[in-house]
């Protein structure tokens, strides 16, 4: 089946928190991770099976619901999975702040690499625990590792976990396995525990390849927990659904009991559906949505090349989040991201929320129809041009 992403499906009014979190009728929102397309068909006709059967009691996860992740992550990613290494949540964030209070006393540290995704910086907060940042090296437009750094802060006893990002938001890197295989190797080595939120590891383009962190080493496998997800691949937030890996028997335990401890590990019956036709039926249209975001992302850096050649788009090796480097406009992202808001009424995520590094930065969501894009593009180059221009707005 050919799917349409050009499509406009008018959300204003339908509960999004993308669309609807301001008053601007004419808002063009280009921030929150959710996708404006509609979902492939199985899953639509999946759900509305579901639906139809009219009682939607307390649901057990059945077998072909695992089955569809193993094969999954079997056929794209080389990934393995037993079925008993599975467990399902209601979401990756809920996951990562039960695993921070399972694996942390207050005041221990937990260790990531800003900028990255905000929730890590509450997951870890709200457990009284602190976040110590291997902050990503920033050079020509291209972010790396500063590996010694790192090194220097998982050999801190007090750091307990690593939360690694992969592929990363807001950075838009995909890692390497030389990447990947050194994070690993220091972490073995002062027994810092390994969680691997790859919520965006079908999002990935250009000859890039995700590689699953417990692919590495077998040694790497069992001290790691990994957290995946359909919901940013087959844009399926609201659904609420997870499945976190975790292959070692003992470790398994330890996750499985702070999932219980916080109510986290029952799911919906819409979830079980949405998820088995996703992953079971949904390739055709992810690899199309794929092929769109990426002639998206060409379009908005034409766009920007021609119009605003003083901003800094970065590369998109992996996510629909597009990082945009505006230091040349000298202004804060808080304060960007508002004039945007009230004068262009288009909406982005500031870079400040990112943590370290990031506020001279834009996050745009590029994952709706090219229309839309083009629409708040031409918004975004009125209210910048104003400023380079030195206007006053
Ligand atoms: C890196 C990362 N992890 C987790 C999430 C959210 O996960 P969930 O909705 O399953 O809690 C997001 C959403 O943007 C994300 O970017």
């Given at each position: ?28 929102p ?49 990934f ?51 976040v110590?940042?291997?902050d ?30 992969s ?55 069992a ?23 975790v ?64 901003l ?21 992202s ?60």
């Amino acid at each position: 089946m050919i799917y349409d992403f050009d499509k406009i499906i008018v959300r204003r009014g339908t509960d999004s928190v993308k669309w609807n979190q301001q008053d601007y009728e004419d808002l063009i929102p280009l921030w929150v991770a959710d996708m404006d397309f509609p979902a492939a068909q199985p899953i639509v006709d999946a759900l509305a099976q579901r639906v139809q059967h009219a009682v939607y009691g307390y649901a057990k996860v059945p077998e072909p619901f695992y089955q569809a992740v193993i094969n999954w992550f079997s056929r794209r990613h080389h990934f393995t999975i037993q079925q008993e290494w599975l467990l399902p949540v209601i979401g990756v964030v809920p996951a990562l702040s039960a695993l921070v209070k399972a694996f942390t006393e207050p005041g221990d540290k937990v260790l990531i690499q800003e900028p990255v995704y905000h929730c890590f910086f509450s997951s870890i907060e709200r457990n009284q625990c602190e976040v110590v940042s291997n902050d990503l090296i920033y050079r020509d437009g291209q972010y790396g590792i500063d590996f010694e750094d790192f090194e220097y802060k998982a050999s801190d006893p007090k750091v307990k976990l690593f939360i690694l990002c992969s592929p990363h938001n807001p950075a838009g890197r995909v890692w390497t396995r030389a990447e990947l295989e050194r994070l690993g190797e220091i972490c073995l080595r002062h027994q810092v525990l390994v969680i691997s939120d790859e919520i965006h590891c079908d999002l990935v383009f250009d000859g890039h390849t995700h590689i699953p962190f417990g692919t590495i080493s077998p040694e790497l496998l069992a001290h790691s927990i990994t957290c995946i997800a359909p919901s940013k691949t087959f844009n399926l937030a609201g659904l609420q659904v997870a499945t976190i890996v975790v292959a070692d028997p003992e470790l398994k335990k330890k996750v499985q009991q702070a999932f219980l401890v916080n109510e986290i590990a029952s799911i919906s019956p819409f979830a079980i559906a949405g998820l088995t036709a996703a992953y079971d039926e949904g390739e055709e249209w992810l690899d199309q949505a794929l092929a769109y975001i990426r002639a998206n992302y060409l379009y908005l850096k034409g766009f920007m090349a021609e119009h605003l050649p003083a901003l800094q788009v970065l590369p998109l090796e992996g996510t629909y989040l597009v990082w945009v480097d505006c230091a040349a406009l000298g202004i804060s992202s808080r304060k960007l991201g508002e004039l945007l808001l009230t004068e262009g009424h288009v909406q982005v995520n500031v870079g400040a929320m990112y943590g370290k590094g990031s506020n001279d930065f834009i996050r745009l969501n590029i994952a709706c129809s090219r229309s839309v894009l083009a629409a708040g593009l031409r918004r975004l180059k009125a209210v910048f041009s104003t400023l380079l221009q030195g206007g006053k707005l």
